[in-house]
């Protein structure tokens, strides 16, 4: 196989696609548009569906149904369209049908803007539709990763029967890398056996529901989504580490900003500052046990996001107050260049660790001089 | 080894498909490359810019304060990226678009009327490939051979018939003396 370049938003297209995907429906939404417009010729080619919904309410709720037909299916948005599709997605939970999103985060609240940014954290990766449910969610960091990672979770998808979220910022949406496809997977020609698809006068019909009126039964299913996702938390934790085996100190950051740190890293390690990165790709289930673990090697945490702070209380939990903790984020669409990242390693490593507040209020008291000198 | 050229000009003088000749380039000669362009509404008329980081290891972050290396194809871009651009740096400039001298002494700068060389070859379109092919020669990121494969793949299907004039465009860049 030859590498070839691809622009992020037609890459995971193309995974998808390969991935053996039957059925599409969205809306466009910059920074995502080009998937849904790759899909929009890619997949009448093959003889499978593609549909442009009326908006983000119908494009969940046609994925609602082919995922219950049985079909691989999946949508693609960006972050005020994922909030139109959060009802749908949590009645897909309720209803235990496995499908795939891809959200292409952009700034916000509101209507925002089109910049990469990292703020949907908490609504994607905490649930924001309503119910107990958990999403599987992965954040890759560049288009190989991406790609490797989209053609892969339609089959976590259906062995949990879950959702899978690929969490995606404009950066990568938006950006051309080099990037291997894998190769194309035949499309299912049989039904899963849970699936509502044509009974054929052979069985009984399957129901699929999110609508349980006696409690007592609501319960049981959410004890059987809660089970299942003990599963998943043992099974699908992802990361990547870097400069790791002699660091005293670990940036942990995801997606673009762990790439962005990379780059902070790598200068600082030419300083002889002996950091190291730990970037999660996995953000639900989170990693939890490695940080855990990494508490009794490390001197602290600098955790490094586009949003303010959503992911670090992810870390201060995992790491359950045994070493301090340290957060720069810039948020609204804002992308941090590495050379802020830098200036807080060496500040780091030349004052040490404070404990003293909150991470979030350190970061808040410097934050409005930072944008003001730019 | 790590290079990042920053190409910036006016919408429509071809800053992104510059970049992408570039990022095929580095392609070529199996290298890590990200190609990250300005998506923003200011594309529509106003300026437009694009980042390529070419690599042996994982790129890390797709956009840098300091570039190694910028083409300028108007004024603003000068006025913006000349005091960005890393010491011993290139600074690639369109005097056709500019009005003034460049005041860094401390990196290369290449000064060259790109598009009136783009104009006498008969399409000032070309302007981008001349001023690529000025810091290729200049800089020795990539050898002229790899730079012509590059073209032809940037150019791959509907854009096949401009492959002539880019090749020429491409010739007068690597050509051109102070």
């Keep these: 196989m030859t590498r070839e370049l691809w622009k992020g938003n037609e890459a995971i297209a193309e995974a998808a696609v390969r991935a053996g995907l039957q059925a599409y429906f969205g809306y466009p939404i910059t920074p995502q548009t080009e998937a849904l417009e790759y899909m929009s010729w890619r997949l009448p080619d093959l003889g499978r569906v593609f549909l442009q919904a009326e908006s983000e309410l119908g494009a969940i709720n046609m994925v609602y ?310 | 080894m790590q290079n990042e050229t920053v190409i910036a000009g006016f919408g429509g003088q071809g800053v992104l498909f510059v970049g992408k000749v570039l990022a095929h380039a580095a392609l070529e000669v199996g290298m890590e490359v990200t190609w990250f362009p300005s998506y923003g509404p200011e594309m529509r008329g106003g300026t437009a810019n694009c980042t390529v980081i070419f690599s042996n290891e994982e790129i890390g972050s797709p956009q840098v304060l300091n570039p190694t290396s910028a083409i300028v194809m108007n004024q603003p871009s000068l006025d913006k990226y000349e005091d960005m651009v890393v010491k011993d740096g290139y600074l690639i400039v369109n005097t056709s678009m500019t009005n003034r001298e460049v005041k860094r002494k401390d990196i290369h700068a290449v000064c060259l009327p790109a598009t009136e060389i783009a104009e006498e070859i008969g399409d000032k379109r070309l302007t981008n490939i001349v001023m690529l092919a000025a810091l290729i020669k200049a800089s020795d990121f990539f050898g002229q051979a790899e730079m012509e494969t590059a073209l032809k793949k940037s150019l791959e299907g509907k854009k096949n018939d401009l492959v002539a004039a880019n090749m020429i465009a491409l010739q007068k860049g690597f050509e051109f003396r102070a």
């Design chain 1, 65 to 374: 149904g082919a995922a219950c037909a049985g079909a691989r299916t999946m949508t693609t948005t960006s972050s005020p369209g994922t909030s139109l599709m959060m009802e749908g997605l949590s009645y897909i939970a309720g209803t235990e049908v496995p499908m795939v999103l891809v959200d292409v985060v952009r700034g916000g609240p509101g209507l925002g803007n089109i910049a990469p940014a990292q703020g949907d954290y908490n609504q994607i990766v905490h649930g924001g539709g309503h119910g107990d449910y958990h999403p599987i969610v992965l954040a890759p960091a560049s288009i190989q990763e991406a790609v490797d990672i989209v053609y892969q979770t339609f089959d976590i998808a259906e062995k949990y029967r879950t959702i899978v979220i690929v969490m995606l910022d404009g950066s990568i949406g938006q950006m051309m890398e080099p990037a291997e496809m894998p190769p194309m997977q035949e499309v299912r020609k049989v039904w899963p056996a849970w699936s509502a698809s044509s009974t054929q006068g052979k069985r009984e019909r399957n129901v699929l529901t999110s609508i349980y009126l006696d409690p007592k039964d609501m319960e049981k299913t959410n004890l059987r989504l809660m089970k299942t996702w003990q599963q998943i938390e043992k099974n699908e934790i992802r990361y990547k580490e870097y400069f790791m085996d002699d660091a005293k100190f670990a940036v942990v950051g995801f997606g673009s900003a762990g790439r962005v740190a990379l780059s902070a890293v790598r200068a600082a390690r030419a300083e002889g500052i002996p950091v190291g990165l730990f970037r999660p790709i996995s953000v639900n289930p989170f990693p939890k046990q490695q940080i855990l673990a990494l508490t009794d090697k490390m001197d602290g945490f600098f955790v490094v996001e586009m949003n303010s702070g959503m992911m670090l209380d992810d870390v201060l939990l995992a790491s359950q107050g045994r070493i301090p903790v340290e957060f720069y984020g810039r948020m609204g669409g804002v992308m941090p260049f590495p050379d802020e990242i830098l200036r807080e390693i060496r500040r780091l490593h030349a004052e040490g660790w404070k404990a003293e507040g909150h991470p979030r209020d350190r970061w808040l008291a410097k934050l409005e001089q930072i944008i003001n000198e730019e």
